[in-house]
Nanobody, 119 residues
Framework: QVQLVESGGGLVQAGGSLRLSCAAP????????MAWYRQAPGKQRELVAA???????DYSDSVKGRFTISRDSANNTVYLQMGSLKPEDTAVYYC?????????????WGQGTQVTVSS
């Protein structure tokens, strides 16, 4: 079973920053598009950002200019640097490994990490 291990969630005030991390097995990381999704209460899970193995990235319109996704091949880890956080960014954030970019098709999922932004 593929394990994606997330960390970095928490409580932050509006305007603040957080960085999420997700470690993946090397055999998956090197070939997969790595992505972050989020799901707020009562809403569908949505793509936040994705980074293909070749370097291309994609962001949802709601986070462009505020969030940055990056890949660290030395550590098989994908990061989501979140800045200028808003209360509407509050959600459970999930790491995923999958295929493609725009659209990205998730195959493996992490357990999720809670991000709460207070106003």
């Amino acid at each position: 079973q593929v394990q994606l291990v997330e960390s970095g969630g928490g409580l932050v005030q509006a305007g603040g920053s957080l960085r999420l991390s997700c470690a993946a097995p090397e055999s998956i990381f090197n070939r997969a598009t790595m992505a972050w999704y989020r799901q707020a209460p009562g809403k569908q899970r949505e793509l936040v950002a994705a980074a293909a193995s070749g370097g291309l990235v994609d962001y949802s319109d709601s986070v462009k200019g505020r969030f940055t996704i990056s890949r660290d091949s030395a550590n098989n880890t994908v990061y989501l640097q979140m800045g200028s956080l808003k209360p509407e960014d509050t959600a459970v954030y999930y790491c995923a490994a999958g295929k493609g970019l725009t659209p990205t098709r998730p195959i493996y999922w992490g357990q999720g990490t809670q991000v709460t932004v207070s106003s």
